[in-house]
């Protein structure tokens, strides 16, 4: 069965300082998609970045960037020059290509806290 | 501004009370779906639509039900039979057109306690 393991339930950043949040994923397909999303403490998902399994570049959008090793299964995301608005759970997630509804499975998520 | 509008924001129920969780999106997507998350936790899938007076369980589904009348709405009713419903509700929806890399878009939650 597919699943999403993020194994850093929380971790410290210095602001202005890069960070990396791991992200392991499972599946049998060959064809699926990588979402990260960043929960603020009021509780909305927001989307940052996508990553599809037959990209041959790594995804990025402004300061995110995604760390794509397929081989390993892993989908990581980078944060470069942290702000302190960047504090928040931040929660990887698959969707595979085929299955339906487009239903998407979550990691347990990590906690990101920025310091000043 | 398109989005998606969940309501109410804080819910109460009594023990043995259905009660109604509102999602609305003027984003004019076809799928919509219902997640929980509980503290500390990731999000599991309760039900999901596609289209129109179709839906599907996902993998919590027992103590939900959901309707699917009109393309904007998908109101989630959490039943009595759900034993242990404190926890936030999280509403989402997607356009299904295109290659498949569009991402959820999500309502700001309802947070349901029980009394």
């Known amino acids: 069965a597919q699943k999403i393991t993020q194994t850093q339930p929380g971790m410290f950043v210095q602001e202005k300082e890069a960070v990396t949040l791991d992200c392991t994923y499972d599946?049998?397909?060959?064809?699926?998609?990588l979402f990260w999303y960043k929960q603020p403490s009021s509780g909305e998902m927001i989307f940052l970045i996508y990553?599809?399994?037959?990209?041959?570049q790594n995804a990025t959008e402004g300061r995110y960037s995604l760390n794509f090793q397929k081989a390993r299964k892993s989908a990581n995301l980078v944060i470069s020059a942290s702000q302190l608005g960047d504090s928040a759970m931040y929660f990887c997630?698959?969707?595979?290509?085929?299955?339906?509804?487009?239903?998407?499975?979550f990691g347990q998520g990590t906690e990101l806290s920025v310091k000043p | 501004d398109g989005g998606i509008t969940q309501s109410p924001k804080y819910l109460f129920r009594k023990e043995g009370q259905n009660v109604t969780l509102s999602c609305e999106q003027n984003?004019?997507?076809?799928?919509m779906y219902w997640y929980r998350q509980d503290p500390g936790q990731g999000l599991r899938l309760i039900y999901y639509?596609?289209?129109?007076?179709?839906?599907q369980k996902g993998d919590i589904a027992e103590g939900y039900s959901v309707s699917r009348e009109k393309k904007e709405s998908f109101p989630l009713t959490v039943t009595s039979a759900q034993k242990n419903p404190t926890a936030f509700y999280l509403c989402?929806?997607?356009?299904?057109?295109?290659?498949?890399?569009?991402?959820?878009?999500f309502g700001d939650g309802t947070r349901l306690s029980i009394l």
């Open positions: 990553q599809g399994s037959y990209d041959e």
């Open positions: 997630a698959m969707r595979e290509a085929y299955n339906q509804g487009g239903k998407l499975i």
């Open positions: 599946t049998s397909d060959q064809s699926y998609g």
């Open positions: 984003l004019n997507h076809d799928a």
């Open positions: 989402a929806s997607r356009g299904t057109g295109g290659i498949g890399n569009q991402p959820q878009h």
């Open positions: 639509s596609q289209i129109v007076n179709d839906f």
